[in-house]
């Protein structure tokens, strides 16, 4: 599945989380979870780190998608982003924003 990186992440409301100054795109998202939390395989976190850093969309097969599920499942981003990150690597997301209403209507 491809997922893009460089969505950005938004709220109930449509409007965007922000991580300091800067819009929190899904691909900072999953490289700081992949990056900070602790998992099973540190290797593959690296690897899929990399993958989702710096790129505006990556393909990744659902192996390591369910794999990235369960490290977003206990990071530390709220309950909200968490259901919008499984969301996309799910492959539900309809539309081109993260947690939008479009989305809860689609």
Excluded at 26 to 50: H, M, N, R, W, Y
Excluded at 79 to 92: E, F, K, S, T, W
Aim: net charge negative.
């Amino acid at each position: 599945m491809i997922i893009n990186t460089s969505q950005v992440v938004v709220d109930m409301n449509g409007n965007p989380y922000k991580d300091g100054d800067k819009e929190l795109t899904v691909g900072f998202a999953l490289g700081t979870v992949l990056s900070t939390v602790k998992s099973t395989d540190p290797l593959l976190s690296k690897i899929l780190t990399d993958k989702v850093i710096g790129e505006s969309e990556t393909e990744i097969n659902a192996t390591e998608a369910t794999f990235v599920i369960g490290i977003v499942k206990q990071s530390g981003y709220i309950p909200y982003i968490q259901g919008c990150l499984i969301q996309i690597l799910d492959g539900n997301a309809k539309t081109s924003t993260a947690g939008s209403k479009k989305d809860k209507a689609a």
